[in-house]
Nanobody, 123 residues
């Protein structure tokens, strides 16, 4: 079992920055791919970014490329999502997720989820 706890969400204005954190505990290992998803009201949960624990391979959805950066600190078992130049369309609940021995951009591929943190971007 892996427990994930997100933090760092909030209310910001368009153009501002936020950094989300995801602290992992339990049976963490280098075999996990970590990802951020988001879900806006009335919409399906969508992939944002992912990173492998054991390397620097990252992948982003097109709409956040150049604005968001995913990173991890293995010593702290924490994954981050640095979000710059935020837009109102980035407003959503952001979720951290872990995929054991795999990868991918679909929510169904991820085994563990955090409770989510709200990000609201005003225009």
């Amino acid at each position: 079992q892996v427990q994930l706890v997100e933090s760092g969400g909030g209310l910001v204005q368009a153009g501002d920055s936020l950094r989300l954190s995801c602290a992992a505990s339990g049976r963490t290992s280098s075999s996990y791919t970590m990802a951020w998803f988001r879900q806006a009201p009335g919409r399906e949960r969508e992939f944002v970014a992912r990173i492998r624990w054991s390397g620097d391979s990252t992948y982003y959805r097109d709409s956040v490329k150049g604005r968001f950066t995913i990173s991890r600190d293995n010593a702290k078992n924490t994954v981050y999502l640095q979000m710059n130049s935020l837009k109102p369309q980035d407003t959503a609940v952001y979720y951290c997720a872990a995929n054991y021995m795999g990868s991918g951009s679909y929510a169904s591929q991820y085994d563990y989820w955090g409770q989510g943190t709200q990000v609201t971007v005003s225009s």
